[in-house]
């Protein structure tokens, strides 16, 4: 293992959930390749090229890190949605289920009420009839 793979490794753990072994060797490959400026004999250059690669370096492990934490986000946001959804479900289920009740209670209820109206009618009826039976025999004792 070269010194700039130990480095790496010491300050950088790319060994953590979110990078694949592509990546790492990626990493690995930018820092272990000599950039073109390093041949030119300018420190003032080389300095500036080891800035920038630097600097795109820890921009690439930034994003994929903002990336890999965006995709966990993603995903727990998916899983809270599953499990709402899960509950949403089972309550409507049971709200089905006390729905379907209360209207076969209401057809029994109306079933009921239609056969107290038509006993109700029939009563009436039946009363109306001895009424006028009652009126008819007080008017026969009178005549008499």
């Given at each position: 293992?070269?010194?700039a793979?130990?480095a790496?490794?010491?300050e950088y753990?790319v ?18 390749s ?5 041949n030119s004999g300018s420190?003032?250059?080389n300095q ?9 370096r ?5 994003n994929r890190?903002?990336?890999?934490r965006?995709?966990?986000r993603k ?5 809270d949605?599953?499990?709402?959804l ?9 709200l089905k ?8 209670q209401s057809?029994v209820l109306w079933r ?6 038509l006993e109700?009618?029939a009563?009436?009826a ?10 008819a025999?007080?008017?026969m004792?009178?005549?008499q």
């Amino acid at each position: 293992m070269s010194f700039a793979q130990e480095a790496v490794q010491l300050e950088y753990p790319v060994h953590g959930p979110g990078f694949t072994d592509n990546e790492i060797q990626e990493l690995l490959s930018l820092l272990q390749s000599p950039s073109p400026s390093q041949n030119s004999g300018s420190s003032g250059s080389n300095q500036e090229v080891c800035s920038i690669d630097e600097r795109r370096r820890r921009r690439m492990l930034s994003n994929r890190e903002s990336a890999r934490r965006s995709r966990w986000r993603k995903k727990r946001h998916y899983e809270d949605l599953t499990q709402q959804l899960n509950r949403l479900e089972i309550v409507n289920r049971e709200l089905k289920n006390r729905l379907g009740s209360i209207l076969n209670q209401s057809h029994v209820l109306w079933r009921e009420n239609d056969r107290l109206v038509l006993e109700s009618m029939a009563l009436k009826a039946r009363l109306s009839e001895l009424c006028h039976a009652l009126v008819a025999v007080n008017a026969m004792q009178k005549s008499q």
